[in-house]
């Protein structure tokens, strides 16, 4: 006809600013797996609960096989005047298969079309977060298994606090990133109930199978209310969510592999597969990649917040705003893909330089605590005591210019006259990870112990 597919009522065509405003083909052709998908199991529930003929559902069925063909060998035609995925589809089979392409949309609206296919692919894009989210863990356990007895300052503030050992500390980032699978996981089982029959918003006078669709859709169950099912983006927004927070955690790694690379640090090596030099300085291995993962919780949290302010005050039920919530979550979910992949990669490279490490480990007065608490075991001081004395041990270690460890007996002697020279035993470095066997503690076998945990869990 050469007008919309909505064309009946209109008498002109709509303004070119019109269509440049209104179209989302350039984007939605994205969801267009999922609106096949749903298209055919409403087809299929149509024919089974008696309202279009079989012959005619085998007619679109065979015409959503040949658009399917289409889109997977690049021919099919995505054409702006339809607008969205959704028509452009619908256009696609009527010329494919005539008129009878005209039954499919009974009892059902685009509003429960792009419910439920955006719904469906933010259910995959939860489904492949959660992957690489385990392939990241897997390559941190990995890393932290090789080094579970290698020592490292751990901070406070940035400063020497007390030794741990790089294992721990890798260990620390799988927590946070099995949380974040938890919380893909606990939003997916959220979002899994199927909005596709709620048509434009009041549900359908047809003897219409939702169940059949849910289930055959993968969801649990229909969504209960049909004004709901249509101006819900909730599922998204949980999504985005939980991709924020994901991407903080991958920017603390990020700022601390950025921070151990320098000279200064020195306490790891990238590989030459995830760093770059630059085009004047010679000596130059740049962490970029790095870089660019501590920057992209900046598009996560940007996409978050762009939704938010989207569907704020959007009275029930469907508004063209909507339209807006596509862009924003398939940007960040391509960014947390980048970022967790580039993780596991530079994760998996990495070498750590054990000496440097382990010398960091031992400085900065890193087994004060440990002097304390032998004061505290073996002489039965009050902590807060042992606390003061071990102040003062340190303020003389300063003046002398050496380690605690390097104190003369005398000295600590001057402080407290029950120092025997076991002490000496307790301010070493090793020592000091050794001894912090508490569950959850740094000790290597509490650590391996974890590892085994992940690793059975990651199996
Ligand atoms: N392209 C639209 C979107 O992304 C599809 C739904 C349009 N519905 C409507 N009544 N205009 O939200």
Known sequence: S?????????????????????????????????????SRAHAAMLCSAGVIASEDEAAIQKGLDKIAGEIADGTFPFREEYEDIHMNVEARLRELIGPVAGRLHTARSRNDQVALDFRMWVRDACDRTIAQLRALQAALVAQAEAHADTLMPGFT??????????????????EMFGRDASRFSDARRRMNESPLGAAALAGSPFPIDREMTAK??????????????????????????????????LS???????????????????????????????????????????????????????????????PLAYSKDMQEDKVP??????????????????????????????AAAGAGFS????????????LDMPFRDAHHVTGAAVKRAEQLGCDLAELPLA???????????????????????????????????????QIKRWKEALA
């Not at 606090?161 to 721990?168: K, L, N």
């Not at 087994?367 to 073996?378: E, G, Q």
């Not at 001057?414 to 002490?423: C, K, T």
């Open 367 to 378: 087994t004060a605590t440990d002097l304390a608490d032998w004061l505290v075991r073996t």
């Open 329 to 358: 979550t398939f940007e960040a979910f391509d960014a947390l893909e980048l970022s967790l992949k580039a993780m596991a990669g530079m994760v998996a490279d990495l070498e750590p330089v054990a000496p440097r490490m382990a």
């Open 216 to 249: 055959a859709l993968g969801f649990d169950r229909p969504t209960a209310n049909s004004l709901d099912s249509v101006s819900d983006r909730d599922f998204a927004l949980e999504a985005l969510a939980a991709a924020t927070l994901c991407g903080v955690h």
């Open 2 to 38: 050469g007008q919309a597919m909505w064309g009946g009522r209109f008498s002109d065509k709509p303004a070119e600013l019109m269509q440049a405003i209104n179209v989302s083909i350039g984007f939605d052709k994205r969801l267009a797996a999922q609106d096949l998908a749903g």
């Open 157 to 174: 503030h940035l400063q020497p606090a007390q030794p741990v050992t790089f294992g721990h500390h890798l260990m620390a980032y799988v």
């Open 411 to 449: 000295e600590l002697q001057a402080l407290s006259q029950g120092i025997g020279p076991d002490v000496y035993e307790v301010l070493t470095p090793s020592a000091s990870a050794g001894s912090r066997k508490s569950y959850g503690g740094t000790a290597p076998d509490q650590v391996r112990a």
């Open 252 to 314: 603390r790694l990020a700022e601390e592999i950025v921070i151990w690379t320098t000279p200064q640090f020195g306490f790891i090596r990238l590989s030459d597969a995830f760093t770059t030099g630059s085009s004047i300085m010679p000596q130059k291995k740049n962490p970029d990649a790095a870089e660019l993962v501590r920057a992209k919780v900046g598009r996560l949290l940007g996409s978050f917040t762009q939704l938010t302010v989207v569907m704020k005050g959007l």
